[in-house]
Each structure stands twice: as structure tokens, then as C-alpha cells.
């Protein structure tokens, strides 16, 4: 299965979405910030990353911004996973190079369903 990094600030947010990775039988990593996700997604070359907007340091839109424009990182996809969910939010995110938006609380089946279409089978 694919390796997946999870960036998120809050600890019940990142286990919570961490369960539904694994429990789909994907391999998690984690960051607490964007500037830690950025260089976890340097270093361990993720499948996928699925990404908070609302973080210290490095917001998740700077985050997403800064890994798809990286020559070494640009393949990643990048799923925003945040409560930012107003229209223009989603518009910018997508500009960042996001793949896909999913807002918070997080329905499982549309994580599920997002995953499966971004990772290669």
C-alpha cells in the first residue's frame, strides 16, 4: 500500500485521520506543522499528502505552495484537510497546487473516495 503523510497541528485531528488511512492498510507519517511537512515530504517522498490549513509556522496553503513547486516534491498530490470551507478558500487552495479539498469534520467515505482517486491502484 502507498505511504501517506498527514500534516496537522491539532493531535486528535491527526490521529483520527491517521485511522481511517490505516485502517484502509496504507502506511502513515506525520507532521505537526507545515515546515515539518515540507521536510517530511523532502525526505520521505510520500504517496500522498494530506494537508491542515490552520497550522503554525508554515500555514498549509505556504506548505502545499512550497512542495508543488519543488521540482523534487511537485508529483506529490496534495489533499487539503481543513474546517476553511468558504469557496474562495477551496479556489486558493487549488492555485497552491492542491489536488483535492476535503473540509473538516471529516466524513470517512469522502476521505476514502479521495484517496482512491489520487493513488495509484
Given amino acids: 500500500m502507498a505511504r501517506i503523510l498527514i500534516v496537522d497541528d491539532s493531535p486528535s485531528q491527526l490521529l483520527g485521520i491517521k485511522r481511517i488511512v490505516e485502517k484502509l492498510g496504507h502506511e502513515t507519517l506525520t507532521a505537526e506543522d507545515g515546515a515539518a511537512g515540507v521536510a517530511v515530504a ?13 497550522m503554525p509556522n508554515l500555514n498549509g496553503f505556504q506548505a502545499t505552495r512550497t512542495i508543488s513547486k519543488d ?12 474546517t476553511k470551507d468558504q ?5 486558493w487552495g487549488m492555485r497552491q497546487g ?5 473540509t473538516k469534520p471529516i466524513k470517512e467515505e469522502e476521505l476514502v473516495k479521495v484517496l482512491k482517486e489520487l493513488l495509484p491502484a
Fill in 71 to 82: 521540482p523534487e516534491t511537485a508529483h506529490i498530490p496534495i489533499v487539503l484537510v481543513t
Fill in 87 to 91: 469557496e474562495t478558500d477551496k479556489v
Fill in 42 to 54: 523532502k525526505q520521505e517522498k510520500p504517496a500522498l499528502i494530506l494537508m491542515d490549513v490552520v
Fill in 98 to 102: 492542491a489536488k483535492a479539498y476535503v
